[in-house]
């Protein structure tokens, strides 16, 4: 507790009394007072100080307060403008002072209970209005620096809600790197950055921030469901494939929202075998439920489906969403579904999607158990998520309820009302279960985390709800460009063979490389087991080390029909090891195509729509097309002697291609642009500088240069030349750039441009 002095006023001179519990001792003021606008903290306020207004009395006080470790606020005032000379008196009181007081809300209830930092400290400044020779003033008349509380130090201080404060500046540059898509806690670290203080300085907190972004997202707020409908009707009208739909309630409220785009939907008719629907997120700005629907493509990447907002978490919100989405997907659901255990959602699935096979994820289930065993546990908490887990992952269901039986007995579990939910629920979520059912490896970590990163993103889309929708289409075309360009790098790989078996070669030349990249991983593996014909066509296929157990397969040559008790073709649409043991040992060089499924295929398409897959394998070749020829370039760049030849043989090329008849386009003819993410290689120039240009939009910006060193061969010191290309412009024959009637066309177009 500080220590302090009381001074208390006197009468005030301009007739407004002051009553008894307000002022204690009286003492007379000093003449010789003088009136003080400044602010500095080496100052205590004294009796008799004076002020030119109320404004500069609190700026003094509250810099005092803040060397002393307290902050203040305005409390009583007093002769208002009933007296006609507006206020006469006014308290500042420590922050701590007086007591909380329960309130009564609107409909009479009491409100809940909030803690309050409010002790009754008694630490105060008075300020009383006087006129002398009719110039007002306002004196010093009561001052108390006695507190009841711990003051809190000088690093401490600058928390307080008081000294807070966020400049405009500062404001602005929160709304630019929320609209970026930043996190609150990227937006402070950048912050100190600039400012260049230490970690945690800012005069401002995370919460403050917090509190500034919730304050915009307010603005209009009655208007964003009118906002967002219409955004979502402007994005229908642009194109007929956007779907969406929404309920408004009895107040014009937004009750329920989904939407899905024009790819989405194509997505899904091929890749919605397997389907995340992640509801763990909410917009707390809107106190609403974000339900995101995401799957894989046969390259392992992300594809967007859908997303739906919901007021209310129930089963009526939550079947709502489902019938809708599969309004939007014409009738079809998926095989699987994977979501959070939610137990709403369960039952709406299963209500709506009765043939579905609906599934826990494990790793939300595994984030609960910190709460749920922690502390039951103790120092063997990890040992039973260890022992968990591997019971999660076990083939056979027999190995898995007999060890589950082990587990509880081992760790006492048997009244834990949380196991006996697990194991009231393990069709849901315990792979021996699960493996009959195709999940395209979404159960995997790896999956679940690529899954998770592209959530984080729409998550960091901080907006108004109507920019919300605009915000996840930026996202999901940005992630769909950017799965283009790794299918074309990977196209463009040279597959690598490990094994030297036909059936390697076959799958190679089939699959994706992702997929075929599973399969060589089984194909490494297979040779580390022994098969045993028990019967006719049944093998007992077991790992090498081992003298017991191991999977059933079944083969069938006449019929092509092969299965194994694993169930891992069934459950990621991978052959396991065994059955390719089992091909190897039998002299099968090929594997049946039913088991090559179209879904991991390069060319992976559905037959529903021949003009759409016609146009996206038209698309992959000329991105195709492209990327051979920026190889082209990078590779005959090297030698005078390669340049000679590319020229030669792409002139000869380009002469029979023009050799063919063109087409006359009509209305259901396919016509492709340019596109506008084209990369050209690396080319360095005499400074040894390289440089890496992208053709594309103009905010696209160019890559800096950067050295490159070049390396002797055969201790020979190569340097490249500057080339000169005299080539046309457009591509044609018979002129060179100088002359080139694009370059002379005064209607060059944007466009134009952009392709140069």
Known sequence: MSEGTSMVMESSENGTDLSQDDTGTIEEMPEDTIL???????????????????????????????????????????????????????DFTCHRGGYPQTKLSEDGKMQRNRKSSRCGCKAYMRIVKRADFDVPEWRVTGFSNIHNHELLKA????????????????????????????????????????????????????????????????????YDPIDLIAMCKKLKDENPQFQYDFKLDGHNRLEY??????????????????????????????????GIWVGVDNH?????????LLRDENVHSFSWGLKTFLGFMKGKAPQTLLTDQNMWLKEAIAIEMPET?????????????????????????YDWKSDFYRLYGLELLEDFEEEWREAVDKYGLHDNKHVISLYALRTFWALPFLRPYFFAGLTSSCQSETINAFIQRILSAQSQLDRFVEQVAEIVEFNDRAGSKQKIQRKMQKVSLKTGSPIESHAA??????????????????????????????????????????CKVIWVPCEEHISCSCHNFEFSGILCRHVLRVLSSNNCFHIPDQYLPSRWRVNASSSANPLRNAMREHSEKMQLLESMASTLIAESIETEERLDVACEQ?????????????????????????????????????????????????????????????????????????RHFSGSCCGQF???SSDCPMIGDDNLNGDALGYL
């Open 36 to 90: 003080s606008q400044q602010t500095s903290v080496n100052l205590v306020p004294f009796i008799g100080q004076r002020f030119v207004s109320q404004d500069a009395a609190y700026e003094f006080y509250c810099s005092f307060a803040k060397q002393c470790g307290f902050s203040i606020r305005r409390h009583r005032t007093r002769g208002k403008d009933g007296v006609g000379r507006g206020v006469t008196r006014r």
């Open 734 to 736: 018979g002129h060179d």
């Open 257 to 290: 929202i989904a939407w899905s785009y024009a790819s989405s939907v194509q997505l899904y008719e091929t890749f919605g075998d397997a389907v995340v629907f992640d509801t763990t997120h909410r917009m707390d700005s809107y106190d609403m439920l974000l």
């Open 509 to 550: 030349t089939v699959l994706t490389p992702y997929a075929f990249g599973k399969l060589q991983e089984e194909l490494l593996l297979a040779p580390q087991y022994a098969s045993f014909l028990v019967d006719e066509g049944c093998f007992q296929v077991k790992h090498h080390t081992h003298m017991d157990g191991g």
């Open 650 to 722: 792409t002139s000869m090329v380009l002469s029979r291609i023009k050799d063919l008849p063109r087409p006359t386009h009509g209305a259901n003819d396919i016509v492709y642009n340019c596109p506008s993410d084209l990369i050209l290689p690396e080319v360095e120039d005499t400074d040894g500088i390289v440089q890496s240009f992208t053709l594309g939009t103009s905010h696209e910006s160019l890559t800096s240069g950067k050295l490159k060193e070049r390396r002797p061969r055969d201790g020979i010191d190569i340097t490249r030349k500057r």
């Open 300 to 308: 392992g990447l992300t594809s967007f489906f859908g997303c739906v």
């Open 357 to 381: 096979k609906h599934a826990f994820c494990i790793w939300h289930i595994i984030s609960k158990f910190s709460d749920w065993f922690s502390l039951l546990l103790g120092s063997r908490y």
């Open 155 to 222: 690093n401490e201080v600058h928390l307080l809600p008081a000294y807070c404060s966020i400049t405009p500046d500062d404001k602005v540059r929160i709304c630019m790197f929320a609209k970026a898509g930043m996190s609150v806690r990227q937006m402070l670290r950048l912050m100190e950055l600039e400012k260049g203080v230490k970690l945690g300085c800012l005069p401002f907190t995370e919460i403050d921030v917090r509190n500034l972004l919730q304050s915009f997202r307010n603005v209009n707020r009655d």
